[in-house]
């Protein structure tokens, strides 16, 4: 008898614990997983790292995370219940709102309706027996994204014997799709370059193929050589006009030649400056050594050879007191400004710096303030050619945001740079204030921001580039609109890195938008830790001619319909780049990928909407691949969140 009663006992137990209910908060889970639409995604703080708060409640537990944000879990059908509060943060702002929706399957479990800043968290109690994949998404209630900071608030899945497990939204494969260029060497980078009279002239022929390749040139300016060995051109010219130079690449395999007008006048940055930008990567910590390392990681890996000719160090440089006479200097991170300047160029590379119109920059260094003509002037000793002005602290000395306001630091600045004897391109930035593409150039501005500050989302991303069509018009030669750095490749924004959160398909829709857009192409990764991937997204001679076209007009959006999106960019030879994108279903179903296959959609646009006529022949730039003959429109199938990129060539209204 007491055999039975213990065996009864043992199989009771056994079923109680074979059914018994374990549970998992989602703070305990991978959180790399989460998209989030600004910033990063926090376990148990808020998008700003504070603690969790909704309408005056502290929690302990949670995610922060910022609209346009999204979470796909695994649950494989072992879940039971899901349970959680959700709200906005009182670190938002009262122009927050947002809505929170719980979908199962690909159908719509919980939505919260719209909520707004101070409303108390609402609850959501869900059985979700048999859910396969749960997705978690938080929209920006249909206004933008600005101060929409959104928290899941004690959120916990309970579950049998599986635990559920975050998984990507989306497949997102590496596919290297530009081939390696050819042994024999071929001439990159734009064809017009622009100096003013007298100033220093530094210009490094992009050039690929086996080495050594040997250099020469005819029709240069007086005052300007060719180093025959590296390619590299510079001097001063004194005398205005435009210069056709001829120049030649020859090694082994053969020769290659290409004309390069050389402007030498009233207006420089006449393609839209490339290069690299420390912010991204490495923030306050960068230092001389890292961007010394750039610079030799821009010529080894071979982006100069691709027209990448820019290192810019970001905020985190400055000394935190000035010299008796007012002097700027720079911090213990950089002990020789003059000779990191003498490098750089020696590589035929130029050297961007920063600073802000208030007392203190962004990161809390000494700004210019009071002191312009004076740190110009010690930029320029330093050998330095661009600069990027940040607005912050300025905020606290403007009287108002009136437009005379906006302009008044950066013409201060402008009146300082040009009693230079060098050229410096002026980036400024700002954020888009003020409409800044209205009046940038009329400051002196050759670039403007034109947005918020970027990050390695996709909701970020898109959000900024498929948001450039009001502003297209004020492009051109010597003036471009800005919409942040590119965030590909491993960033970070201080000591530590990560891999850039977009997918494959979303960094060519990145690369792609930025070129027909005319954008500056700053790279923010670490230059050093370039993958197979990146570097080739980096080095398509095709795409970046798009980008680098002499005609310098911006793209402008053609069409756009439930998740696709055309854009075309005239370019100065008479043929058309046009960029078709499938953007995704906006639906809250949408956003995430429930049967784990690659989704594609296809996209067209006609002759009729691209106001052209007559047969065209394609070519698929990423491919660098011809695609045939078309006579009225083109369509193709396009990867969720990714991007056709076409050249269209023949006769054209």
């Known amino acids: 008898m007491k055999k039975i009663l213990l065996s009864i006992w043992a199989v009771s137990l056994f079923f109680s614990c074979s059914t018994q209910e374990s549970v998992i908060y989602l703070d305990e889970m991978d959180l790399s997983y989460m998209e989030t639409g600004w910033g990063e995604v926090n376990a148990s703080l808020s998008a700003e790292g504070n603690p969790l708060t909704v309408a005056g409640k502290v929690y302990e537990r949670g995610v922060g995370t910022h609209a346009i944000s999204t979470l796909l879990l695994d649950l494989k059908g072992k879940a039971v219940t899901f349970h959680s509060f959700v709200g906005i943060d009182d670190e938002s702002g009262e122009k927050a709102s947002v809505e929170f929706f719980v979908l199962a399957d690909g159908w719509i479990l919980w939505h919260s309706g719209l909520m707004h800043y101070g409303d108390p968290a609402r609850q959501v109690k869900l059985d979700v027996s048999g859910v396969r994949k749960l997705g978690l998404y938080v929209s920006d209630g249909g206004d933008g994204i600005g101060w929409d900071h959104a928290d899941w608030l004690d959120t916990q899945i309970g579950y049998h014997k599986v635990r559920p497990e975050p998984v990507r939204s989306f497949i997102a494969e590496p596919n290297v799709l530009t081939p390696p260029p050819p042994d024999m060497p071929r001439i990159n980078g734009p064809e017009v370059y622009g100096a003013r009279p007298g100033s220093r002239f530094l210009y490094k022929i992009p050039v690929t193929g086996k080495r050594p390749v040997r250099f020469s040139g005819e029709g240069m300016p007086e005052g300007l050589v060719l180093d025959g060995q590296n390619g590299i051109i510079s001097g001063a010219c004194s005398l205005r006009g435009t210069y056709p130079v001829t120049i030649e690449a020859t090694n082994e395999h053969g020769s290659v030649k290409k004309v390069l007008?050389?402007?030498?006048?009233?207006?420089?940055?006449?393609?839209?400056?490339?290069?690299?930008?420390?912010?991204?990567?490495?923030?306050?910590?960068?230092?001389?050594?890292?961007?010394?390392?750039?610079?030799?990681?821009?010529?080894?890996?071979?982006?100069?050879?691709?027209?990448?000719?820019?290192?810019?160090?970001?905020?985190?440089?400055?000394?935190?007191?000035?010299?008796?006479?007012?002097?700027?200097?720079?911090?213990?991170?950089?002990?020789?400004?003059?000779?990191?300047?003498?490098?750089?160029?020696?590589?035929?590379?130029?050297?961007?710096?920063?600073?802000?119109?208030?007392?203190?920059?962004?990161?809390?260094?000494?700004?210019?303030?009071?002191?312009?003509?004076q740190d110009a002037r010690t930029w320029a000793g330093w050998g330095i050619d661009y600069l990027k002005y940040d607005w912050c602290s300025y905020e606290r000395i403007a009287a108002d945001h009136s437009l005379a306001e906006l302009q008044k630091p950066y013409l201060k600045m402008q009146n300082a740079l040009s009693e230079l004897p060098g050229d410096i391109i002026f980036s400024l930035c700002q954020y888009g204030m003020g409409d800044v593409w209205t009046w940038g150039a009329m400051v002196g501005?050759?670039?403007?921001?034109?947005?918020?500050?970027?990050?390695?989302?996709?909701?970020?991303?898109?959000?900024?580039?498929?948001?450039?069509?009001?502003?297209s018009a004020y492009a051109g030669p010597g003036h471009w609109n800005d919409p942040d750095m590119l965030v590909v490749g491993k960033v970070g924004w201080g000591p530590s890195l990560h891999p850039s959160r977009l997918t494959p398909d979303e960094q060519y829709t990145h690369i792609s938008l930025w070129c027909l857009l005319s954008a500056?192409?700053?790279?923010?990764?670490?230059?050093?830790?370039?993958?197979?991937?990146?570097?080739?997204?980096?080095?398509?001679?095709?795409?970046?001619?798009?980008?680098?076209?002499?005609?310098?007009?911006?793209?402008?959006?053609?069409?756009?319909?439930?998740?696709?999106?055309?854009?075309?960019?005239?370019?100065?030879?008479?043929?058309?780049?046009?960029?078709?994108?499938?953007t995704g279903d906006p639906s809250p179903a949408g956003m995430f990928d429930w049967t784990g296959g690659q989704h594609t959609e296809t996209v067209s646009v006609t002759w009729e909407e691209l106001g052209i006529t007559g047969p065209k022949k394609a070519r698929d730039l990423w491919?660098?691949?011809?695609?045939?003959?078309?006579?009225?429109?083109?369509?193709?199938?396009?990867?969720?969140?990714?991007?056709?990129?076409?050249?269209?060539?023949?006769?054209?209204?």
């Not at 501005?445 to 502003?471: E, H, P, V, Y």
């Not at 001619?545 to 960019?569: C, H, Y």
Request: contains cysteine; aromatic residues 8%.
């Open 261 to 373: 007008q050389i402007i030498i006048g009233d207006t420089i940055c006449l393609t839209p400056p490339m290069g690299w930008n420390s912010w991204n990567c490495w923030g306050l910590s960068v230092d001389q050594q890292k961007v010394q390392a750039a610079a030799d990681a821009m010529i080894s890996s071979g982006l100069a050879d691709h027209g990448w000719t820019t290192i810019n160090i970001d905020d985190g440089w400055e000394a935190a007191s000035r010299t008796p006479s007012g002097e700027l200097l720079s911090n213990d991170k950089f002990p020789n400004m003059k000779a990191l300047g003498d490098y750089v160029h020696s590589q035929g590379l130029k050297l961007g710096i920063y600073s802000s119109p208030g007392t203190h920059t962004c990161g809390g260094f000494l700004g210019s303030w009071e002191h312009e003509a």
């Open 445 to 471: 501005g050759n670039l403007w921001r034109t947005t918020g500050d970027i990050n390695d989302t996709w909701n970020s991303m898109a959000g900024i580039g498929f948001s450039q069509d009001t502003c």
């Open 520 to 582: 500056p192409l700053l790279i923010g990764c670490d230059l050093n830790s370039l993958d197979a991937f990146t570097l080739n997204l980096l080095t398509n001679d095709e795409v970046i001619a798009i980008d680098q076209d002499p005609l310098g007009r911006q793209a402008t959006r053609i069409k756009e319909e439930s998740g696709r999106q055309v854009w075309a960019k005239p370019l100065k030879d008479g043929s058309l780049a046009v960029g078709l994108f499938n």
């Open 623 to 653: 491919r660098q691949k011809d695609l045939g003959t078309f006579d009225r429109e083109m369509k193709f199938p396009v990867n969720h969140h990714g991007v056709m990129l076409i050249r269209l060539s023949g006769s054209t209204n």
